[in-house]
């Protein structure tokens, strides 16, 4: 079992440019969810999704949209990166909404 | 409300005893987790303990809770190089949301 895989590991973008970070998981695992990670922050989350067919805004969800593809995938997309986006996404799965989370190695993400 | 308290930063010498702490307000948390993150990397379940309980140990690790006052403590015994890293606690709280995360503590280790 390879857990929470994301890709890409690492990313430069220019203002204004668009990507995709791709997360999967093979837990069979019902919720997904979207973290970034800053300095003296700790995590936030940017979106969940309970299950398949559902998506819920987190604390930070300006500026990304997300897309639960199928029960193993959960994307989220950046539409015109800004240098505040600049941070280091970590996506995680659970059984459950409330469940304890497993997560991924993370995307160290930089906008110029 | 939901928060999660946590000093930002622990030092300690090689080969003895860590003790993280941690604070949070929801009296109907269930469970209560402790997480590890190495540098470069995502985050590790290292320890949880339920809400009914005192204390729970596991091998160098033991984990303290204070119901009452909504204490949680992480003590790591004979601490070790390998130990540094950023140390998140989270509380599962009732119903079907999120877990709550504090901002981690940063244990660095000196030899």
């Known amino acids: 079992n390879a857990g929470v895989t994301q890709t890409p590991k690492f990313q430069v973008l220019k203002t204004g440019q668009s990507m995709t970070l791709q997360c999967a998981q093979d837990m069979n695992h019902n919720s997904m969810y979207w973290y970034r990670q800053d300095p003296g922050m700790g995590l936030r989350l940017i979106y969940y999704?309970?299950?398949?067919?559902?998506?819920d805004k987190g604390e930070v969800p300006n500026g990304y949209n997300v897309s639960r593809l199928n029960k193993r995938e959960f994307s989220l997309r950046l539409e015109s990166a800004a240098p505040s986006q600049t941070s280091v996404y970590f996506c995680?799965?659970?059984?459950?909404?409330?469940?304890?989370?497993?997560f991924g190695p993370g995307t160290r993400l930089t906008v110029l | 409300g939901e928060d999660v308290e946590q000093s930002l930063f622990l030092s300690v010498r090689e080969g003895d005893s860590s003790v993280i702490n941690c604070t949070y307000t929801d009296s109907s948390s269930t469970y209560l987790y402790w997480y590890k993150q190495e540098p470069g990397a995502g985050l590790q379940l290292l320890t949880y303990?339920?809400?009914?309980?005192d204390m729970k140990q596991d091998q160098r690790l033991t984990v303290l809770l204070n119901k009452k006052d909504k204490h949680l403590s992480l003590r790591i015994a004979d601490t070790q190089t390998g130990d540094s890293a950023i140390y998140f606690c989270a509380e599962r709280v009732a119903g079907n949301t999120p877990l709550v995360f504090g901002k981690g503590t940063r244990l660095s280790v000196i030899a």
């Open positions: 999704s309970a299950s398949e067919g559902t998506t």
């Open positions: 995680a799965s659970s059984a459950g909404a409330g469940a304890v989370q497993f």
């Open positions: 303990i339920f809400s009914n309980m």
